[in-house]
């Protein structure tokens, strides 16, 4: 609770300073801008989490949403597929490569980093071979399936509707909530991310959590990428998704996931991802170079490390001083 406060604060600092100093950043336009960008990368950062919660870390979110993305429209238009036999397939493609990812770190016991870096060149590099290197877009075509994305809800404030997209973030938020609360299996995931060894010896099947964590992340990936192209209705394979692990990452570890394993929170989480949105449209309206962007992840990455190690130390100390006679 003491996180999620400290990062509501943050966030409603910001908005403030976005608000005083930008002229267009309390417009109904922007704010429902603001709030579509959030959810999208929202639903990236539930995903990450449920792999930081493990211990593991996931870099190829961005080349799997670029690649469940370009996918979509590349299989409707090229190749004429019906809109109910892609979206199922590209799920299903998706959390392919998560158990990919998670057979090859718990049956070959290689690292993380590795296999997830890996897949992020291999994912983008089948993106663009598939499709030649060319954009991909739906010609025009297909607004009932893009309505997925691009529908709005009117809620009585002036040029400010709410996304559609909000609709499975929201879903997805609660799920993940009361699965890692609420479940036999979430309570064994945070102990496997605690203490991996312990749980295994304990009778936790901690391969098939750890396996699963990848599985739904790269599924949450992959729904993200094909809500993104709905959105945007045209991508690049060479530059679609870049980074986007990064901003999914952040979000997390801002929202109070702990880097080394079990500890989230599902709040904390949404609340990471709207405040990176708003930094970067804060330094948009602000008329900071776009390039800030990147300095700014990186920071936030680096206090929320740091934040945690210091949290970490401190909790040593007390247990050293609560156990000494």
């Given amino acids: 609770m003491k996180k999620n406060l400290g990062i509501l604060g943050i966030l409603l600092a910001v908005c403030v300073v976005?608000?005083?100093f930008g002229d267009n950043f309390l417009t109904g336009y922007n704010l429902q801008n603001l709030t579509q960008r959030s959810a999208l990368f929202g639903i990236l950062a539930l995903g990450a989490s449920v792999v930081i919660v493990t211990g593991g870390i996931d870099l190829s979110?961005?080349?799997?949403v670029c690649l469940a993305g370009i996918s979509v429209p590349w299989l409707l238009v090229e190749?004429?597929?019906s809109p109910w036999a892609v979206v199922p397939a590209v799920l299903a493609g998706s959390a392919l490569i998560g158990l990919f990812h998670g057979l090859l770190i718990t049956r070959l016991r290689l690292q993380p980093f590795l296999v997830t870096l890996c897949g992020l060149l291999l994912y983008r590099g089948i993106a663009r071979w598939m499709t030649g290197d060319q954009s991909q877009g739906f010609q025009g075509e297909f607004d009932s399936v893009r309505a997925l994305?691009?529908?709005r809800f009117p809620v009585g404030l002036e040029a400010y509707s709410?996304?559609?997209t909000v609709i499975p973030l929201v879903l997805l938020a609660a799920a993940l909530?009361?699965?890692l609360r609420r479940t036999v299996w979430g309570r064994w995931l945070l102990a496997t991310g605690r203490n991996e060894s312990a749980a295994r010896y304990s009778g936790i099947p901690t391969d098939r959590l750890v396996t699963g964590a990848y599985v739904a992340c790269s599924l949450f990936a992959g729904l993200g990428g094909m809500l993104f192209i709905f959105d945007i209705g045209s991508?690049?394979?060479s530059d679609f998704g870049n980074f986007y692990e990064?901003?999914?990452?952040?979000?997390?570890?801002?929202g109070g996931c702990s880097l080394r394993g079990g500890e989230a929170s599902v709040v904390g989480v949404l609340l990471g991802a709207a405040t990176l949105q708003v930094l970067r449209t804060a330094i948009i309206l602000l008329g900071l170079s776009s390039q800030l962007e990147f300095a700014v992840i990186g920071a936030v990455l680096l206090v929320g490390v740091s934040a945690d190690e210091l949290v970490r130390r401190l909790r040593e100390r007390r247990a050293e001083r609560a156990a000494a006679p």
Avoid: C, N, R, T
């Avoid at 979110?61 to 799997?64: A, E, F, T």
């Fill in 149 to 151: 994305a691009l529908a």
């Fill in 177 to 179: 909530a009361v699965f």
């Fill in 162 to 164: 709410v996304p559609a």
């Fill in 61 to 64: 979110i961005g080349s799997v």
């Fill in 18 to 20: 976005a608000s005083i």
């Fill in 235 to 237: 991508a690049q394979p």
């Fill in 79 to 81: 190749h004429e597929w």
């Fill in 246 to 254: 990064l901003y999914a990452i952040a979000a997390a570890v801002l």
